[in-house]
């Protein structure tokens, strides 16, 4: 048997026929029913009105061409572990992403003519002449046919040729086509921020059609934008460049603390300015980030640092809601005594904070000694009882019942009184509280009450055998996430001015919860680009982000995200150190058992490539 490489050597690349057929066939077969069902959940027909690029591409048509590309370069892939040979790659990765974008263009194109020949509506409601005529290019019958496998074979081979461009064309390429994607999709904001206050029409003309997208012109200064970016990158890799984030981590002792210092000051000053600049659309975007960066804060607490799935956190946001709201709203229900007084929103915050820790005793203390899926159906358990707690004839006299509470006033400064009707007041408000919120985690996760909480994620067992209350320890960080969201539902009931059980659906908190997986759990920064990500991009369950178009596609899209986060990257976006050696501790023994096995080997004399035998 022979020994295991313990350098990566470099094999010839294969014949170009030299392929896994099976391989080939069964990723080309997979790529033709993802494209199909994307046509038939009316992705394409429903995103054709927004332009990515004027006239040439817009959404609808991107939802189906970029997913040849990816299954182009996935069925190309190779995993090469460390010490183990690899071939260099050429023809045959190029071919087997053709064939496969080619097998995935057939299925539409069968789409095609099904679709012009027979009438499944009754089961299949997107059967339509308008996604025919779209799968057409407006070009009959056989131009849908033909140019369906011509597209999906050239977009496979772009995806697998992508193996033998080095690394900087990759770079560049990458950032090419996300500087033209990302200057399209955010052009909401960009034209916000540039003539909201600014006088800068003339670049926004120069960029945007006038009916939305990018123009022609516009769409080549955004390449070369994304080049440029791009090689700067390549060169920052290479250390032609300096690179502040590695000089930033490289930085320890008191010049780490006056870099901390200075990025927290940037980053406050930033967050004071810009609402400034924006216009009315914008803030309100930004306001509802803040929110769902104020619950996911809380959430990361539970489940980023203790480990506890809970999946009924809307619970707390919603106790937080329902009590701001009858505490401060005339119109509260009719079995409240008339003694019970119309409170201030800071007084009633009091109040809020109080309810909050009880309902986290209340739900944690039955449920604390469980683990895993029971503690996580339980908990969802607890969450569906609150809201139809609100929503029953019981508390009906007491929360409005189905009719909920109305009338909310907003929060009195004295000088100014924060109201929905003005997002950015909103927005200062959602952002001293999620200051307070990042103060709270970042001192936590630091305190001996952190380290407790990490250890019982690691494994319960060992932590409450080292002699830490595991009981307690989950408790307050139910009481902990319960206040955070409590913080977020007495803003949302100032900001909405009315409040009714729909608003707290259990969706509420696996949309949360997605927001802190994909971000990063246990990683606060992570919690805060997971929600400018997901919320502002997307939208939450019944707020629309930068792409309404996408509204109907959420869940599917979370759905999707979810899965790759979990496969391919489940530390998040941006991952904490101590999570990612958790989930990664098999890779890096094995990589660790390989370098001393080298280490041993160059000691023995053993000739480099090999590893002398045991």
Not at 296 to 321: C, R, T
């Amino acid at each position: 048997m022979s020994a295991p490489m313990a350098t990566n050597e470099t094999l010839p690349a294969r014949a170009a026929l030299d392929q896994e057929w099976r391989k080939v066939v069964n990723h080309g077969l997979l790529l033709a029913l993802v494209l199909v069902f994307v046509s038939l959940a009316n992705m394409p027909v429903s995103l054709d009105s927004r332009m990515i690029i004027e006239p040439m591409l817009s959404m609808g048509y991107l939802s189906l061409l970029w997913i040849p590309v990816v299954m182009g370069f996935i069925v190309s892939s190779e995993k090469v572990l460390e010490g183990i040979a690899y071939h260099a790659k050429g023809a045959r990765e190029v071919l087997a992403g053709g064939l496969v974008g080619l097998i995935g263009g057939l299925g539409l194109s069968l789409l095609v003519v099904l679709i012009d020949n027979f009438d499944l509506r009754d089961p299949l409601v997107n059967w339509s002449p308008a996604l025919l005529d779209l799968l057409q290019f407006g070009n009959g019958i056989g131009f849908g046919v033909i140019i369906w496998p011509v597209l999906g074979f050239g977009l496979g081979v772009f995806g697998g040729a992508l193996h033998i461009f080095t690394a900087m064309t990759r770079t560049i390429v990458g950032w090419v086509l996300g500087a033209v994607l990302g200057i399209a999709v955010f052009e909401t904001v960009i034209i916000d921020l540039l003539t909201e206050r600014l006088p800068f029409e003339f670049i926004t003309d120069w960029f945007y059609f006038i009916r939305g997208g990018l123009s022609q012109q516009g769409a080549v200064t955004a390449a070369l934008i994304g080049g440029g970016l791009g090689y700067l990158r390549v060169l920052a890799q290479r250390g032609v460049v300096p690179t502040p984030v590695q000089d930033y981590k490289q930085l320890v002792g008191p010049e780490r603390t006056r870099a901390n210092t200075i990025i927290i000051i940037t980053c406050g000053v930033a967050t004071a300015i810009l609402p400034l600049l924006l216009g009315r659309i914008t803030n309100e975007l930004l306001a509802n980030v803040g929110l769902f960066v104020l619950l996911a804060l809380g959430l990361n607490i539970v489940v980023g640092l203790a480990g506890i799935l809970d999946l009924g956190y809307v619970a707390f946001f919603a106790v937080g809601g329902y009590a701001t709201a009858i505490l401060t709203s005339p119109n509260r229900g009719d079995s409240w005594p008339d003694w019970v007084p119309q409170s201030h929103w800071f007084a009633a915050l009091i109040v809020v904070i109080l309810l909050a820790i009880l309902t986290g005793l209340f739900i944690g203390a039955p449920v604390i000694r469980m683990r895993g899926d029971y503690l996580a159906i339980v908990t969802l358990g607890f969450g569906e009882i609150i809201r139809l707690l609100f929503l029953s004839d019981w508390l009906g006299g007491y929360t409005g019942g189905a009719q909920g509470v109305t009338n909310i006033p907003g929060v009195d400064l004295g000088f100014v009184e924060i109201k929905g009707t003005d997002p950015r007041a909103i927005f200062y408000l959602v952002a001293v509280f999620c200051a307070i919120a990042i103060y709270v985690s970042w001192r936590l996760e630091k305190s001996r009450l952190g380290r407790a909480w990490m250890a019982i994620r690691e494994d319960e067992s060992v932590a409450e055998a080292m002699g830490i209350n595991t009981v307690n320890v989950k408790l307050m960080a139910f009481v902990v996430g319960a206040v955070l969201a409590s913080f977020s539902g007495a803003i949302f009931a100032a900001k909405v001015g009315s409040i009714f059980p729909t608003s707290f659906i259990i969706l509420v908190s696996i949309v949360i919860l997605v927001v802190v997986i994909v971000g990063g759990m246990g990683n606060i920064v992570g919690v805060i680009a997971g929600a400018a990500v997901l919320i502002g991009v997307l939208g939450g369950p019944k707020q629309p982000g930068l792409l309404a178009e996408f509204s109907e596609f959420k869940l599917l899209i979370y759905g999707a995200l979810l899965i790759f986060m979990m496969l391919k990257r489940p530390e998040g976006l941006v991952p904490n150190v101590r999570r990612t050696r958790e989930l990664h501790q098999e890779e890096f023994l094995q990589d660790a058992w390989l370098r001393s096995q080298v280490d041993a080997d160059e000691q023995d004399g053993a000739p480099s490539g090999e590893v002398a035998p045991a």
